[in-house]
C-alpha cells in the first residue's frame, strides 16, 4: 500500500488540517528495517489512515468532536539506508517540526517499534522528567538484535538510557538475557493477569510508576491476537480494548501526555482490516481522552 497526496487521518476539510493551528500531529513512519520474523508493518501507516475516512468523528465515550482542534497529517519520514540513519532521520523531523511544543499532540504510526526511541530522544530534550508508559507484548529489553542496538527488540533498553521512568504493561515474553540483565524493570512489569484479576491494583500499579511527563507506545501486539490479529509476532494471552481504553482514559485524566505511537500494525489483506481499523480507533481515542481534558 502506497501513499497518495491527499491521505490523511479523517480526511478532513481543510479549516481542520491547518499545521500551524492543529493540535494533533499524526505523522506517518513506514519503517521495518529490523524485522526478525514476519514483514509488512511498513504497510500500517497507510492502512490505517485508509481505515479513519469509515470512523464516525464524534466520539461515543467523551461526547466530544475532537477534530475541531485540528488534525494535521504529516508526510511520512521515509526509510534511510541503515538503522542508524533511519534512527537519525526520525530525530531531526521531530526536532524540526517542533511537535512536542506546547499546543501540539503528536501521534506517530509504524512501522516497527524501534521508531520510538529517537521521538524519545526529542521529548526527553523538552521534558527534564518524562515517563514512557509502553503497552506492548515483548519488554524489547535486549542490548542488542538483529539490526543491533536500534532493534525493535532493543528499543526498550534505548529509553531506559534516556529515562529511569519506563512503564510496561501486557508483557507476556521475555529473554533470559532481558530477565538477567534488567532484573528491576521486569519485576515492575504489569502483566495481562494482573489487569485480569486485579484491574484496580494494576491501573494504581500504573499510575504510581508514571512521573512528570508521559509518552504512551503501543506496540498493537500488546493486544491479545482475537483483537488485533495484524501483527508481526502475535502473542497469546493480551489484553482486551476495553482494557486498554480504560487504562488510557485514566492516564490522560490523571497525567500529563505529551505524544504517543501506535506500532506494529501488519496489515493481513484482503477484507481482514480488523488490526488496522482498531488501530484507527485507537488513535481518535487517544486524540479524544486529549480532548476532553482540555476541554473540561
Given at each position: 500500500?502506497?501513499?497518495?497526496?491527499?491521505?490523511?487521518?479523517?480526511?478532513?476539510?481543510?479549516?481542520?488540517?491547518?499545521?500551524?493551528?492543529?493540535?494533533?500531529?499524526?505523522?506517518?513512519?513506514?519503517?521495518?528495517?529490523?524485522?526478525?520474523?514476519?514483514?509488512?508493518?511498513?504497510?500500517?501507516?497507510?492502512?490505517?489512515?485508509?481505515?479513519?475516512?469509515?470512523?464516525?468523528?464524534?466520539?461515543?465515550?467523551?461526547?466530544?468532536?475532537?477534530?475541531?482542534?485540528?488534525?494535521?497529517?504529516?508526510?511520512?519520514?521515509?526509510?534511510?539506508?541503515?538503522?542508524?540513519?533511519?534512527?537519525?532521520?526520525?530525530?531531526?523531523?521531530?526536532?524540526?517540526?517542533?511537535?512536542?511544543?506546547?499546543?501540539?499532540?503528536?501521534?506517530?504510526?509504524?512501522?516497527?517499534?524501534?521508531?520510538?526511541?529517537?521521538?524519545?530522544?526529542?521529548?526527553?530534550?523538552?521534558?527534564?522528567?518524562?515517563?514512557?508508559?509502553?503497552?506492548?507484548?515483548?519488554?524489547?529489553?535486549?542490548?542488542?538484535?538483529?539490526?543491533?542496538?536500534?532493534?525493535?527488540?532493543?528499543?526498550?533498553?534505548?529509553?531506559?538510557?534516556?529515562?529511569?521512568?519506563?512503564?510496561?504493561?501486557?508483557?507476556?515474553?521475555?529473554?533470559?538475557?532481558?530477565?538477567?540483565?534488567?532484573?528491576?524493570?521486569?519485576?515492575?512489569?504489569?502483566?495481562?493477569?494482573?489487569?485480569?484479576?486485579?484491574?484496580?491494583?494494576?491501573?494504581?500499579?500504573?499510575?504510581?510508576?508514571?512521573?512528570?511527563?508521559?509518552?504512551?507506545?503501543?506496540?498493537?501486539?500488546?493486544?491479545?491476537?482475537?483483537?488485533?490479529?495484524?501483527?508481526?509476532?502475535?502473542?497469546?494471552?493480551?489484553?482486551?480494548?476495553?482494557?486498554?481504553?480504560?487504562?488510557?482514559?485514566?492516564v490522560f485524566q490523571e497525567k500529563q501526555v505529551i505524544g504517543?505511537?501506535?506500532?506494529?500494525?501488519?496489515?493481513?489483506?484482503?477484507?481482514?482490516?480488523?488490526?488496522?481499523?482498531?488501530?484507527?480507533?485507537?488513535?481518535?481515542?487517544?486524540?479524544?481522552?486529549?480532548?476532553?481534558?482540555?476541554?473540561?
Amino acid at each position: 500500500m502506497s501513499y497518495t497526496p491527499s491521505q490523511t487521518f479523517f480526511q478532513l476539510d481543510p479549516e481542520y488540517t491547518d499545521p500551524k493551528a492543529a493540535r494533533y500531529h499524526v505523522v506517518p513512519v513506514p519503517y521495518e528495517g529490523t524485522v526478525c520474523f514476519l514483514r509488512g508493518t511498513a504497510q500500517g501507516p497507510a492502512a490505517i489512515l485508509d481505515v479513519s475516512e469509515q470512523m464516525e468523528y464524534f466520539d461515543e465515550e467523551t461526547l466530544q468532536e475532537y477534530f475541531r482542534a485540528g488534525i494535521a497529517t504529516h508526510p511520512p519520514i521515509l526509510s534511510a539506508k541503515t538503522p542508524q540513519l533511519q534512527m537519525k532521520r526520525i530525530y531531526e523531523t521531530v526536532k524540526k517540526l517542533d511537535l512536542f511544543s506546547k499546543n501540539r499532540f503528536p501521534i506517530f504510526l509504524g512501522g516497527e517499534h524501534s521508531i520510538t526511541a529517537p521521538i524519545v530522544k526529542a521529548a526527553r530534550e523538552r521534558y527534564e522528567e518524562l515517563t514512557v508508559l509502553q503497552i506492548d507484548a515483548h519488554a524489547d529489553l535486549r542490548h542488542e538484535f538483529t539490526g543491533g542496538v536500534h532493534s525493535h527488540a532493543a528499543v526498550m533498553r534505548r529509553v531506559l538510557e534516556m529515562t529511569p521512568h519506563l512503564v510496561q504493561v501486557g508483557i507476556r515474553s521475555f529473554s533470559v538475557e532481558e530477565y538477567q540483565q534488567c532484573p528491576e524493570q521486569i519485576r515492575r512489569i504489569v502483566t495481562p493477569k494482573m489487569v485480569q484479576d486485579d484491574f484496580q491494583f494494576a491501573l494504581d500499579r500504573i499510575l504510581y510508576g508514571l512521573k512528570g511527563h508521559v509518552y504512551i507506545t503501543i506496540d498493537m501486539d500488546g493486544f491479545d491476537p482475537s483483537f488485533a490479529p495484524g501483527v508481526g509476532t502475535p502473542e497469546p494471552g493480551g489484553l482486551s480494548w476495553r482494557q486498554v481504553t480504560a487504562i488510557l482514559k485514566r492516564v490522560f485524566q490523571e497525567k500529563q501526555v505529551i505524544g504517543a505511537d501506535l506500532v506494529e500494525t501488519m496489515p493481513l489483506g484482503g477484507e481482514n482490516i480488523i488490526t488496522e481499523f482498531l488501530a484507527a480507533r485507537l488513535v481518535g481515542k487517544l486524540m479524544a481522552y486529549d480532548y476532553a481534558k482540555r476541554d473540561s
